[in-house]
T-cell receptor
Framework: DTGVSQNPRHKITKRGQNVTFRCDPISEHNRLYWYRQTLGQGPEFLTYFQNEAQLEKSRLLSDRFSAERPKGSFSTLEIQRTEQGDSAMYLC????????????FGEGSRLTVL | GESVGLHLPTLSVQEGDNSIINCAYSNSASDYFIWYKQESGKGPQFIIDIRSNMDKRQGQRVTVLLNKTVKHLSLQIAATQPGDSAVYFCAENTDGGATNKLIFGTGTLLAVQP
């Protein structure tokens, strides 16, 4: 158990629909990250939060993507007007207590856009 | 598995043998490097890290070597076990781990034959 729960685990949607993913880390860790992983590739950084503040967003995060962490605990990632190219695994991660390079990833939310 | 691509570099080893997984990086500004293991259907799991002021670091059954001259990183796994079968990613960071904004490389699939 990495202390990161993601829901839903798998979402199948039609192109043009909106989807939302949720990430629930154990509460005592302040930084939360979103990464995206396509088949056969390593994860790509999307954005991260320090408490409720979104500190950085990747250029991969187009205007159709929005992430929030309203109370500094759980986070949501919404994709509007989904496209087939959005099909990927969306991974949420929290920082560990000691080693700064160590991220604890959830099992991800897999998005399939038909 | 969900995260294993069709054309990943693959390393096949016999159980009990040592494994060496290699990674090349291109950004000379990278100063912190991490190896992650990803099993099918799971998020990446931290294995070991190394900072640019070191050239070797050892963990339990694993050793990471860093050659900054040729921008090369390797992960050595001693006495490889079936449970080591997974995709292995190297990742780099350019701010010494101050953030966990990581750039992941292309993974290597390690297949352990019993």
């Amino acid at each position: 158990d990495t202390g990161v729960s993601q829901n839903p685990r798998h979402k199948i949607t039609k192109r043009g629909q909106n989807v939302t993913f949720r990430c629930d880390p154990i509460s005592e860790h302040n930084r939360l990250y979103w990464y995206r992983q396509t088949l056969g590739q390593g994860p790509e950084f999307l954005t991260y939060f320090q408490n409720e503040a979104q500190l950085e967003k990747s250029r991969l995060l187009s205007d159709r993507f929005s992430a929030e962490r309203p109370k500094g605990s759980f986070s949501t990632l919404e994709i509007q007007r989904t496209e087939q190219g959005d099909s990927a695994m969306y991974l949420c991660a929290r920082t560990g207590g000691g080693n700064t390079g160590e991220l604890f990833f959830g099992e991800g939310s897999r998005l399939t856009v038909l | 598995g969900e995260s294993v691509g069709l054309h990943l570099p693959t390393l096949s080893v016999q159980e009990g043998d040592n494994s060496i997984i290699n990674c090349a990086y291109s950004n000379s500004a990278s100063d912190y490097f991490i190896w992650y293991k990803q099993e099918s259907g799971k998020g990446p799991q931290f294995i070991i890290d190394i900072r640019s002021n070191m050239d070797k670091r050892q963990g339990q059954r694993v050793t990471v070597l860093l050659n900054k001259t040729v921008k090369h990183l390797s992960l050595q796994i001693a006495a490889t076990q079936p449970g080591d079968s997974a995709v292995y990613f190297c990742a780099e960071n350019t701010d010494g781990g101050a953030t966990n904004k990581l750039i992941f490389g292309t993974g290597t699939l390690l297949a352990v034959q019993p």
